[in-house]
């Protein structure tokens, strides 16, 4: 990553531009005209011919100042964070509440619906742990992961037990999400997180007590040294009380949306570094957590991290423009929403294929005489086996595919069985079970004459 150049500071540019940044102002606002809001290493690249660059920054830092919002979170040397919401921002937010409103209208109106869209998107919190755990190093191919998950096939190298840890940090986000945070729960997260990695100094649930923990750029360039060790409790305190108070726009309190808090919880865990490894994959359960806890629950299926990793240096850059930019969390806050734009754009586009797919299943079990005989759980399963004779099923690997318990898969497998579409194989106290070969001729058998 090339070097970023910090821009000079509000007071001293108006000291030496004084009146020259009032009449800059009237053009040169929070947002260029094009709607971004560019950093300092970024707008001094710009050719403008006659205009003097830092006079014209400062009319910028002027403009943003007079519409951002100081929170309650301070940095290492006592500054406070701040923000500013873009229209970008407005319009993404308006975005996500709408794809919330439309799959969450549905869900309450048929709790059916809400039921098959797990198995529509069953893959996905998968996705997610995979993207996280390849976004910090893991060389896994994503075959082989699912593939470990679904059988629960004990990991064989560091990179399989990372994205393992991260497929049960995911499911724990969940089962938390009524949860107040507490220095306690972030404990909790990250020893789920980096539990049984083989990395020396790793300390699963432990917040770190040395300071020689930096986080590195090109060459031996330290972009970003975290907080001292000291400071970590009172500091973790102070985020987990940000995170749950209120703010509604009610009684004076500021109005920050639950997306864009979810965000700066995100950031906020990276910055302060607490842990000695496993921080991004924190920060990033700790956004899910919150998304969750908030309501959001299409966020149990967007993978944020697959986008991440394709552009990691861009999600360095927009940790290192904030705090090179006297702690303005706008930076950050309008990258993970460029990346939650479009995140939520491709799950909209593959819950529409799914449930074209689950149409035409409805179809394929009609014109079997299946429809009555079979729920949704167990055509989708029924359609699987099809596709893959001669492949071998456990009741496990359906546990995990259709959120049920061990009994009900069992009785699935065993419906099947009885329509000679899977066949049963014993395999010490428990059973295999195997994907016919003639599986197809026998539905058939099954579909009435005429």
């Not at 001669?390 to 959120?403: A, W």
């Amino acid at each position: 990553m090339a070097k970023i150049q910090k821009p000079t500071e509000f007071g001293v540019l108006l000291k030496h531009y004084g009146l020259e940044i009032f009449e800059l102002a009237h053009t040169y606002k929070a947002v260029d005209d094009k709607g971004r809001y560019l950093h300092w290493d970024e707008f001094r690249r710009y050719p403008a011919p006659g205009v003097n660059k830092e006079a014209a920054w400062a009319a910028i830092k002027m403009s943003r100042a007079c519409g951002s919002k100081t929170l309650e979170l301070r940095s290492e040397c006592n500054s406070p964070f701040f923000l500013y919401i873009t229209d970008f921002c407005d319009a993404v937010i308006h975005g996500v509440e709408s794809v919330t409103s439309r799959l969450g209208g549905a869900a309450a109106s048929s709790p059916q619906y809400r039921d098959n869209t797990k198995y529509l998107v069953d893959s996905l919190m998968m996705e997610e742990a995979i993207s996280s755990a390849q976004l910090e190093g893991a060389a896994t191919t994503r075959k082989v992961a699912k593939d470990m998950l679904a059988k629960e096939r004990t990991p064989q190298s560091d990179d399989e037990r990372m994205i393992l840890n991260n497929y049960h940090l995911m499911k724990h986000a969940k089962y938390n999400k009524d949860e107040s945070l507490s220095v306690a729960l972030i404990c909790e997260f990250h020893g789920i997180a980096t539990a049984s990695i083989d990395e020396e100094n790793v300390h699963p649930g432990h917040i770190r007590a040395d300071d020689d923990i930096f986080v590195g750029g090109a060459g031996d360039e330290v972009v970003h040294q975290p907080p001292k060790a000291l400071l970590l409790p009172a500091r973790l305190e102070a985020l987990c009380q940000f995170v749950n108070d209120r703010h509604d726009g009610q009684g004076g309190r500021h109005f920050i949306h639950p997306l864009v808090k979810a965000i700066i919880l995100h950031f906020m865990v990276g910055y302060e570094h607490p842990f000695r490894d496993g921080n991004g994959r924190t920060a990033r359960c700790l956004f899910y957590w919150f998304m969750l806890k908030s309501g959001y629950w299409p966020f149990e299926y967007i993978s944020i991290s697959t986008l991440l990793k394709e552009a990691p240096m861009q999600y360095g850059r927009s940790y290192i423009h904030t705090e090179t930019d006297a702690f303005d969390l706008t930076y950050f806050v309008i990258y993970q929403l460029r990346v939650i734009e479009r995140a939520t754009h491709e799950f909209m586009q593959y819950f529409e294929d799914k449930k074209r797919d689950a149409v035409e299943l409805t179809n394929w079990l009609d014109t079997l005489n299946l429809k009555d005989g079979l729920n949704y759980r167990q055509g989708h399963f029924l359609k699987k086996v099809l596709h893959h004779p001669g492949r071998i099923f456990t009741p496990k690997e359906l546990t995990h595919d259709y959120d049920i318990s061990e009994n009900t898969a069992r009785k699935d497998l065993e419906k099947l069985v009885s329509m000679k579409v899977l066949f049963q194989v014993q395999e010490g106290k428990g059973f295999l079970y195997v994907a016919r070969d003639d599986a197809q001729a026998n539905l058939e058998k099954l579909a009435p004459a005429g």
